[in-house]
DNA sequence: GCTGCTTTGTGAACGTGTGCACTAGTGCCT
DNA sequence: AGGCACTAGTGCACACGTTCACAAAGCAGC
């Protein structure tokens, strides 16, 4: 018999959300909630009630009306759309600063994501451990990716390294790509690239915080076009 | 004379692209490149090029229709809008992997964010220096923040620890928080919060490679709410 | 069984963001 | 000086996301 069709495609917004809840409803699970509502999961959540509803009503229609959601049943769902009923090994590229503490944050395995491996091109690097996890050489990607698995690929490096890192991570079949360097990749279309840049967070405090001291204090100044 | 009042406000998504133009356009100004077309810095900031003009129109008229915009000019405007003419000094609580990547990593002075201080609550990493700066404990955090003037704090304590942390940071002055640890965090309504959460990120590439992999390819064994 | 309370699921209105396509300046070349 | 090529700025239509408000559905108590 044909098994569930690939539902209806989610919002992405939905989809960016949904870990969220799954983090929720698992905490909530542990501490013997059997079963939640819009309500309260929007609380917890930081959202809205309607919101929720509207998110988890993509998945199917897993709630009881008047009761609320069973949190097991909802986490598996979850968990399923995600894809999260197996491991997702990652291979990090980068043992910089920023490489090792995610190779030493226990919350990638903890999560589904335990690290696979971490690389760097510098030979200097190369064979020191870090929390476990031994640092090889880049050339041994490829090794990596196939004898693992990993279809998801963490870019550490400095910028200047970030494009040759992801093109490296392509050639070796990853298909998705997790971006920590303040650059934009250029991928072939069909690699799934997201992007975490750190600095672009704290500029947009900085616009929120400058906004709240009263806007343009000093127009005074100004350098104008050095026009011709 | 009244100086230029604040103007418009512009909208969040353009709010979040103005940091990667400026990086995009510092570069190309270090490189030598005195104009640059909308069109050129859509494809270097991997967008449409419309969405760019629309998105510098927000500051104002800054370009030269003909021409295209004067690099070092709109560096100086969006400098400005973000409110980067000058340095903001951030606080950082929590010296474990993250914490102490983040005081190593020196994309955080360099784009005008010098770390001010690094927190912990555990008296065994009071003291310890970590990449020139020393670890103090947290209950100097009120001082650090006076004396420094910081008013953006860094959340990289473990998920049990955070809501602490933000109290803490909000007693102690703090007008807006970078948060890494995987929790809604609760504070006033005047204060601003983002969140980066590194495993929310890989589980939405998770979502996107199971989509791939063919969608909900096993119903079988899926388990029915245990009702009654 | 019926009534009333609760909570989901969703249609519809609204708001925000995106992208096209056109207008209006600007510089350059003849 | 006039025309051409180019590019910023923007009105408009569309897509996406959010929120409200209500009907449908289930449970509990009588």
Do not use: C
């Amino acid at each position: 018999m044909a098994p569930e069709r690939t539902r209806r495609r989610i919002p992405d917004a939905t989809v960016a959300r949904l870990p969220v809840y799954l983090r929720i409803l698992t905490e909530q699970g542990d501490e013997g909630v059997d079963s939640i509502s819009s309500e309260r999961l929007a609380e917890l959540g930081g959202v809205n009630a309607a919101k929720v509803r509207k998110d988890l009503s993509y998945l199917g229609s897993y709630g009881t009306r008047g009761v609320g959601y069973e949190v097991a049943y909802l986490v598996y769902q979850i968990r399923r759309e995600l894809g999260l009923t197996h491991d997702w090994p990652v291979v990090i590229v980068g043992a910089g600063n920023l490489g090792q503490a995610l190779a030493g944050y226990g919350g990638f395995g903890e999560r589904g994501f335990p690290v696979a491996g971490i690389v760097d091109i510098d030979e200097a690097k190369v064979g020191s451990v870090l929390s476990g996890v031994r640092v090889r050489h880049i050339d041994e990607l490829p090794q990596i990716v196939q004898t693992k698995r990993v279809s998801i690929g963490v870019v550490a490096t400095p910028a200047g390294a970030a494009q040759d890192a992801a093109d490296r991570l392509v050639r070796a079949g990853v298909t998705s790509i997790l971006n920590f360097a303040p650059v934009v990749l250029a991928v072939p279309r069909a690699i799934e690239v997201r992007k975490v840049d750190l600095a672009v967070e704290l500029q947009i405090l900085s616009y929120h915080e400058q906004r709240r001291a009263g806007g343009a204090i000093h127009a005074v100044g100004t350098p104008r076009p050095a026009s011709a």
